[in-house]
C-alpha cells in the first residue's frame, strides 16, 4: 500500500489541523440537532457574506450529493442537463443525476474542459413540444475536470445565453477556491455576479472532512429543497460538525491559503516536468491540475511509488494533482522517480 504523499488526487491530502482544532473546539455541550444551532447559522451567514445576502445554504456530505440534490431541487424529470463530456457530472457519479434528477444528461465535447454557447446551441431546440426533453439545466465546473478555469467574461457570456433560452447555469465548484486564486477573485465575483443560478460549493478538496455546500444564489429558487435533502439521505443530524469546518475554511482565508499553496505547487511541478523531453503537458495549468503525456511504461514503473490516475490511455496521457500539504520535496522526490524510470529503458 502507498502510503507517502502522491498526485493522484487532493482527495487523498489529509484534513487541515485547523479544521480539526475547529472540530474540537465545537464538540462541547448539547445543541439542537438537524442544523438548529448557533454554528450552522453562522457559516450560513459567512456564505452570504462571501456569496451575497440572498443566498440559500444547505449542507449535505459529498460533491456527489451536492451536484445531484442542487440540480434535483430545480428541475423536473422531464428536463435536460448540459455539461461538458468530461465533467464530473457526466463521468463520476454513476449515474446518480439521472436516477435521482430523472433527468437527461446530455454531453458536449470540448478540448480543455470548458463550453462555450455555440457548444451547447445543438442542444437549444423542442422547447413546449412534449416528445421532447426539456432543457433545464447548464452544468459547469470551476474549475474543470481538465484543470483550467473560466474566466468571468466566459461565466457571464455562458449565463446571459442560458437565462435567454429560459435554463439555469449551475456551477460545480469542487475546487472553487482554487479558481479563486487562480483568477484572484472573490467568489462572489465569478458566481453570483457573474450570473450563476447554483453554485456546488466544495470545500474536501481543500483541507475539509466531508463538507460540501449547496448554494442557491436567488431567493425562493428551490423553496422546497428541505425535503429533497432529506428524501436524498443528507440532511445531517449533527450538522454542526459540517457548518464548523466552513467556519475555520473562511477564517482567515484559511480556503485562500490551503488552494494558493496547492497551485503553486502544481506550477512548480509543471516546470519541473517541462524539464523532461519524453513528458509534454496538454492542458493550461490554471489550478492545481497538471494532464502529461508519458510513456506508459515509465507511468507503470512510477505509479508503484507514487500512484496517480490514467486519462487517456490511447493517448497514454494521465492527471496529477497537487494538494494544501503538497511539498516541493514530494516533487524533487517525484520528479527523480520519472527521470529514473526513464533512463532504465
Not at 458536449?108 to 457548444?119: F, L, R, S
Not at 412534449?130 to 461565466?155: A, K, L, N
Request: aromatic residues 10%; charged residues 25%.
Amino acid at each position: 500500500m502507498i502510503s507517502k504523499r502522491g498526485f493522484a488526487s487532493d482527495n487523498n491530502a489529509g484534513v487541515h489541523p485547523e479544521i480539526l482544532r475547529e472540530l474540537a473546539r465545537v464538540n462541547s455541550g448539547h445543541v439542537i440537532g438537524y442544523g438548529s444551532d448557533i454554528y450552522t447559522e453562522e457559516a450560513k451567514r459567512l456564505f452570504k457574506e462571501k456569496l451575497g445576502t440572498d443566498t440559500e445554504t444547505y449542507f449535505v456530505f459529498t460533491g456527489t450529493a451536492a451536484n445531484v440534490l442542487g440540480i434535483s431541487g430545480v428541475t423536473r424529470s422531464w428536463n435536460s442537463i448540459i455539461t461538458a463530456a468530461t465533467a464530473h457530472l457526466q463521468q463520476d457519479e454513476c449515474g446518480a443525476p439521472e436516477k435521482f434528477t430523472g433527468c437527461k444528461v446530455l454531453t458536449v465535447d470540448t478540448p480543455d474542459g470548458k463550453i462555450d454557447p455555440e457548444m451547447v446551441e445543438k442542444y437549444m431546440y423542442g422547447f413546449d413540444f412534449e416528445h421532447h426533453s426539456q432543457p433545464g439545466v447548464i452544468s459547469v465546473s470551476q474549475s474543470t475536470e481538465m484543470g483550467t478555469v473560466y474566466s468571468v467574461q466566459e461565466i457571464i457570456r455562458l449565463a446571459d445565453y442560458a437565462h435567454s433560452k429560459g435554463l439555469l447555469l449551475h456551477m460545480d465548484g469542487a475546487r472553487l477556491a482554487n479558481s479563486a486564486v487562480s483568477l484572484d477573485l472573490p467568489f462572489k465575483a465569478f458566481t453570483t455576479d457573474a450570473g450563476v443560478d447554483l453554485l456546488s460549493f466544495g470545500g474536501t478538496k481543500n483541507g475539509m472532512m466531508g463538507a460540501e455546500a449547496v448554494c442557491f444564489l436567488r431567493k425562493g429558487l428551490s423553496p422546497d429543497f428541505k425535503y429533497i435533502r432529506k428524501q436524498g439521505m443528507h440532511l445531517a443530524s449533527k450538522m454542526r460538525f459540517i457548518a464548523a469546518q466552513y467556519i475555520a475554511y473562511f477564517r482567515d482565508d484559511l480556503w485562500k491559503r490551503c488552494a494558493s499553496h496547492a497551485n503553486e505547487m502544481a506550477r512548480i511541478l509543471a516546470g519541473r516536468l517541462n524539464e523532461i523531453k519524453q513528458i509534454s503537458i496538454t492542458q493550461k495549468v490554471q489550478s492545481n491540475g497538471i494532464f502529461v503525456i508519458m510513456p506508459a511504461h515509465v507511468a507503470e514503473k512510477v505509479m508503484k511509488q507514487y500512484f496517480f490516475y490514467s486519462w487517456n490511455e490511447k493517448r497514454s496521457e494521465y492527471r496529477l494533482m497537487t494538494s494544501w500539504d503538497t511539498t516541493e520535496e514530494d516533487i524533487n522526490d517525484f520528479i527523480l522517480a520519472l527521470k529514473n524510470a526513464i533512463g532504465r529503458n
